[in-house]
């Protein structure tokens, strides 16, 4: 039994259906990676997978348990599972890198002031920003105020991090740094779902490529499977225009 | 011209003046915390309320923020009373006061609603947030950091405003002034003693509100 099933998704926007027949699974400790062209549904998919959009059919489930989306107690008990980091970080700009990192276990979770502190202040230096604990977002870099978004979101000790695009925003010489945080993620055994452009970094971290098109998995590989050999048409076709450049 | 300051036919007056300015600085913070209270209501509704509610409050602002505070005061004073509602002279310039200045941080609370980042609850949601704690840890101090500055000017000018209650007998800074002037007839130090008082009032009380930016909103500025 997969540790995340998700069966026959389906949701959308409204009237726009935007994502249809999900199916995928996802081992505990793996990297799975999202790709696809623009307003395919990747981010849609993650934005279902951690509790801010309802879902219309099908149905999630972890360790064998269904997710449950109807009552807002459900949701949160769900979103202690997921975590989201994304694009534009959502830092909460009147805190502290170290206070963002630690409300969530302490007014959520209820955990011990000191406890959460404690274990705050190693996850901030665990993503290289011991020396910034008490700086505000908005005097941080991007890459910083990303890295203190995984932080936070690795605070509540999720059993799978959801990073949608998250070095999108960023000046290119910011990259590698987020990305190696990734890395060192990736090393301690973190089951992730990534959607990202980053290519080369996709086909090095991943365990499985999804790639999505007009709201569907069209194709589910190793890295590859979808890079060098893709079995359908328009993989072929985004695969080759993403490599070219 | 060969005007000789003297100073010694106002001093006798200083404590009288210092009064007033109590007056006026009362004035400002009664008429201040009406005019918030009214400025959230009419923002709140202007934003989130029923069409019929809003625009009711719109054309109160609009009118308001397109005529001049005397006009409005003169009315609240002079035609009130053909109503039936009779106001003594302290009590008018209060509620005019307090109308006007409502009408203003009515759109400037406007504002701090719509800046509200929809990206930063929807992150606080995903920690598990309940409703009450993101509006309480998010929204509520990201909205007073943006409303501190622009509300805080609202306080000085309303301060300033208070010196029309002259016009209308309140004997507050303005009032006791021209009070001491015909009695004096020394207007260019009577005057210039009460331009002083609203400006050690207006500096005391910026610094005040500068100290608190700073240490509770982390915004930068200065007095001078
Ligand atoms: N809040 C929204 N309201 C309506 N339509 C939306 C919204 N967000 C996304 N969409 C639409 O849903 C589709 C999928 O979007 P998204 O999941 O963001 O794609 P991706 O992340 O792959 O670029 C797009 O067609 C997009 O226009
Ligand atoms: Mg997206």
């Known amino acids: 039994m997969p540790y995340l099933e998700i069966d026959n998704l389906s949701a959308d926007y409204g009237k726009v259906p935007v994502l249809q027949d999900i199916n995928l699974a996802v081992e505990r400790g793996e990297i799975v990676s999202i790709i696809g062209p623009s307003g395919s549904g990747k981010s849609t998919l993650l934005r279902v997978l951690t509790g801010l959009l309802k879902p219309r059919a099908g149905s999630v489930a972890v360790a064998g348990e269904k997710l449950r989306y109807d009552s807002p107690k459900d949701l949160r008990r769900a979103r202690e599972k997921f975590a989201i980091v994304f694009q534009q970080f959502n830092l909460f700009q009147n805190m502290t890198a170290l206070r963002n990192v630690t409300i969530a276990p302490t007014i959520v979770q209820k955990r011990k002031a000191a406890e959460v502190e404690a274990e705050a202040r190693a996850l901030l230096e665990k993503v290289g920003l011991s020396h910034r604990i008490d700086a505000y977002p908005d005097e941080m870099s991007g890459g910083q105020q990303q890295r203190v978004a995984i932080a936070r979101a690795l605070a509540l000790k999720p059993d799978i991090l959801h990073l949608d695009e998250v070095t999108s925003a960023l000046d290119p010489e910011l990259v590698s740094e987020v990305l190696d945080t990734i890395r060192l993620l990736a090393d301690d055994g973190m089951t992730m779902m990534i959607v990202s452009h980053e290519m080369g970094f996709v086909r090095e971290v991943s365990s499985k490529v999804v790639f999505m098109a007009d709201g569907r998995v069209v194709e589910v590989g190793p890295p590859e499977q979808i890079f060098d050999n893709p079995q359908t048409q328009r993989c072929t076709d985004f695969v080759s225009r993403i490599l070219r450049h | ?224």
């Open chain 2, 1 to 224: 011209m060969n005007y000789t300051l003297q100073f010694g036919q106002v001093t006798p007056y200083l404590w009288y003046l210092a009064g007033g300015a109590w007056i006026a600085l009362q004035l400002a913070v009664v008429a201040f915390i009406i005019g918030w209270a009214i400025g959230l209501v009419c923002a709140s509704i202007t934003e989130y309320g029923p069409k019929p509610a809003r625009i009711a409050v719109r054309s109160y602002v609009v009118f308001v923020l397109n005529t001049p505070l005397l006009v409005q005061i003169f009315f609240i004073y002079f035609a009130l009373p053909d109503y039936g509602i009779l106001l003594d002279s302290y009590d008018a310039v209060l509620i005019g006061l307090a109308l006007n200045a409502g009408a203003y941080m009515s759109e400037i609370q406007r504002a701090g609603f719509r800046s509200i980042r929809r990206e930063e609850i929807e992150a606080a949601e995903t920690l598990g947030f309940t409703r009450v704690q993101s509006i309480r840890y998010v929204v509520v101090p990201h909205i007073l950091k943006v409303l501190y500055p622009p509300l805080s000017n609202q306080f000085i000018i309303i301060t300033m405003s208070t010196s029309i209650a002259a016009i209308f007998g309140v004997e507050e800074l303005t009032g006791r002034a021209y009070n001491i002037n015909s009695i004096t007839f020394r207007s260019l130090e009577v005057f210039s003693i009460s331009a002083v008082y609203y400006i050690v009032l207006t500096i005391v009380a910026s610094t005040i509100l500068y100290t608190v930016g700073r240490y509770f909103f982390r915004i930068k500025g200065s007095v001078f």
